[in-house]
């Protein structure tokens, strides 16, 4: 989210415009009444019998928006994707966009909203970043009811003879609480069950997200939880959700949540916002089947996937295109003057302050991740978000820069301006899907063992120069190949801040190692989680959480929410 200090805040703007009801944009979609399911006025979800009368339906154009390795000076992805598909329906494309429900953790936290900011927003924003429709919450009932059912049916027996000590599943809140990384239950005596250790992810990292956002339909949904594992048997062998028998219940509990939500943008674009899993620790993309009907009721979708290229971007390429049966036409790198010159050393607090070296410096990690994108054969445009500290010679210094290098780039201004900021951009874009050959391939064959896709992507996307599982990880990989599932992708658990697995190694590191600490089977989800570093799939509020400034009115407005 960009910072305009002269402008109103993001909430004030929000709320100062106008929504059209739901009903008005599903009909710009082709959608009828009977398509949709209201919550409320200004929110739908699409119905199943829609999604399947669509599905034959010629897909139209892919547009993927990542980014340079986010800062705390801000990029501004999700308001790119934003005022892109804004700008795209202003010269007269059919656009659609398709992003990530937020998590409360993070609004309540420190990283803020997503549904873009300024004049680049989704609406309601107001009930996007908090309940929404209820899809979070129904992940966390289904994610919370498997466990209260695993650990009843060790109280009432254990016929499975599942070992409480190698119980793999974690319950889940939808907020950061690190008190709850790890914790004790069954305490009481006999009657309160069976004593053991567990611990609590955050519901955005829980698996059934995962597999919410990757299944193609209800019965793909079924299927996924169905061989998830929760933990092992005496004997070590994998015990699964089909196993215990309630693929029934969970999929009972998702039914609604699955339904992919259509909202729309202050200029009255059509999006469906669907799915939220992180993109540090899961996948970081919107779900498939909102994807897949976007692509069906337009002509172009604007996505994005989480944090940098190599977090989102890679998983976009890596996993989620498998599971979509698509492929970008083209991608968006957002890069931003301040998040360069912090990569280039300059501190937070000097970035108001002209420093051409810092940015040449920064341009390292911009570099990197345009040569990612290129290993994937994607063609794709470089977007500038102008931030009103930027001097003209930073921002002739960067477009120079990336004119030097022989890329489309786009100096955008939809913070301000909205969709009219963004039609350079929409048009660099158009020329480039029609220009460029689109040569994607992922980065590793799916055939291809687990130890070497994890050394493909850390060496190719990071530039690791090698490496290092610890021992716990070693045992892991010789369990994934006896229980055949070393077929799967790879979703590397990395911080979003460095290309290497230290969140202070700005900039483009070099000659470090990638250590792997723990490997995490998500045999429903479809992919094998690579922990790296010191990241926690259940983080921890800041000093001064974002919740300290939120507040309502006597009318209910919301007040303090970015």
Not at 187 to 215: K, Y
Not at 402 to 424: F, I, M, R
Request: net charge negative; with cysteine.
């Amino acid at each position: 989210m960009s910072v305009h200090a002269k402008h109103q805040s993001d909430i004030e703007i929000a709320q100062a415009s106008t929504l059209k009801p739901i009903n008005e944009i599903a009909k710009q979609i082709g959608l009828k009444p009977e398509d949709i399911e209201l919550y409320g006025r200004y929110k739908a979800k699409i119905t199943y019998e829609a999604l399947h009368q669509m599905k034959d339906v010629k897909n139209g154009k892919l547009v993927l928006v990542t980014s340079i390795n986010p800062t705390p000076a801000g990029e501004g992805k999700s308001t790119v994707t934003v005022g892109l598909g804004d700008a795209f329906n202003l010269i007269g494309e059919k656009a659609m966009i398709a992003m990530r429900e937020p998590s409360l953790g993070p609004t309540m936290g420190m990283k803020g909203g997503a549904t873009g900011g300024g004049y680049a927003q989704v609406l309601p924003m107001e009930d996007i970043n908090l309940h929404f429709t209820g899809d979070i919450h129904a992940i966390t009932t289904a994610n919370n009811a498997l466990s209260a059912l695993i650990d009843n049916h060790i109280h009432q027996g254990n016929d499975l003879g599942i070992d409480s000590r190698r119980i793999t599943w974690k319950r889940c809140i939808d907020m950061n609480d690190r008190a709850l990384r790890q914790v004790v239950i069954g305490l009481g005596g006999p009657v309160q069950g069976v004593p053991r250790e567990d611990g609590f992810d955050i519901t955005v990292a829980s698996e059934i997200m995962a597999v919410l956002c990757l299944s193609r339909d209800l019965q793909d949904l079924k299927k996924r939880l169905s061989s998830m594992v929760i933990g092992y048997k005496y004997d070590r062998t994998p015990v699964t959700v089909k196993d215990l028998g309630v693929e029934g219940a969970l999929t009972l509990l998702l039914k609604d949540a699955l339904k992919p939500n259509l909202v729309q943008t202050i200029e009255h674009t059509p999006a469906l916002i669907h799915g939220g899993p992180f993109a540090n620790i899961a996948h970081g993309c919107n779900s498939v089947m909102a994807t897949n009907a976007a692509l069906k009721l337009s002509d172009i979708v604007v996505t994005e996937a989480g944090f940098g290229a190599d977090l989102g971007a890679e998983k976009f390429l890596n996993i989620k295109t498998r599971a979509l049966g698509a492929q970008p036409n083209a991608v968006v790198l957002v890069a931003t003057v301040r998040a360069l010159k912090m990569h280039g050393g300059q501190s937070k607090g000097e970035l108001d302050t002209e420093d051409l070296l810092a940015l040449e410096r920064g341009l390292r990690n911009l570099k990197k991740h345009m040569e990612t994108l290129e290993k994937f054969g994607v063609p794709f445009v470089i977007a500038i978000n102008r931030f009103i500290t930027d001097t003209d010679l930073e921002l002739n210094a960067l477009q120079k820069w990336c004119e030097d290098q022989d890329v489309s780039v786009s100096l955008t201004e939809v913070w301000e301006h909205g969709g009219k900021g963004g039609l350079d951009l929409a048009q660099k874009v158009l020329e480039t899907m029609e220009k460029n050959e689109n040569n994607f391939t992922p980065l590793y064959d799916i055939e291809t063992g687990i130890e070497e896709k994890i050394k493909i992507i850390a060496m190719n996307v990071y530039g690791a120069k090698n490496v290092e599982f610890s021992l716990k990880a070693k045992k892991q990989l010789n369990e994934i190949e006896k229980n055949e599932w070393a077929r799967l992708p790879v979703c590397m658990a990395k911080t979003q801040y460095s290309l290497s697995d230290d969140a202070k190694n700005l900039g483009r590191p070099e000659n470090f190692i990638i250590t792997i600490r723990e490997l995490r089977p998500k045999i429903g989800a479809g992919f094998i989680v690579a922990l790296t570093g010191e990241v926690m799939t259940m983080p921890g509020l800041p000093n001064q959480p974002a919740a300290y400034q939120m507040d309502v009115d006597e009318q209910g407005k919301a007040i303090g929410l970015f």
